[in-house]
Nanobody
Framework: VQLVESGGGLVQPGGSLRLSCAASGFTFRLYEMSWYRQAPGKERELVAL????????HYGDSVKGRFTISRDNTKNTVYLQMNSLKPEDTAVYYC???????WGQGTQVTVSS
């Protein structure tokens, strides 16, 4: 099982980024997927969750209305579109497969002027 995140970087407050997570080594379309984040000195927290077919989603309270999780099962990829970014969104973002617990290596997102 391999999960590889990309798309992180430095962005100004109010800006946007799209994270991608390329999955391999398992039948991607059968699994629920999620994004977590961890800021320095804080616990890892759930950002968003998407069902295997993409029909159901769930978001952490701090990102509702700003972030959108989606997936393309033909490309074995899950995405996180982040809009209206705030400095408090600064964290390492991780792709996660809940069942069987698999994690990516993380991608840094920094929101700063």
């Amino acid at each position: 099982v391999q999960l590889v995140e990309s798309g992180g970087g430095l962005v100004q407050p109010g800006g946007s980024l799209r994270l991608s997570c390329a999955a391999s080594g398992f039948t991607f379309r059968l699994y629920e997927m999620s994004w977590y984040r961890q800021a320095p000195g804080k616990e890892r927290e759930l950002v968003a969750l998407i069902s295997s077919a993409g029909s159901n989603t769930h978001y952490g309270d701090s990102v509702k209305g700003r972030f959108t999780i989606s997936r393309d099962n033909t490309k074995n990829t899950v995405y996180l579109q982040m809009n209206s970014l705030k400095p408090e969104d600064t964290a390492v973002y991780y792709c996660h497969r809940p069942v069987g617990t698999a994690w990516g290596q993380g991608t840094q997102v920094t929101v700063s002027s």
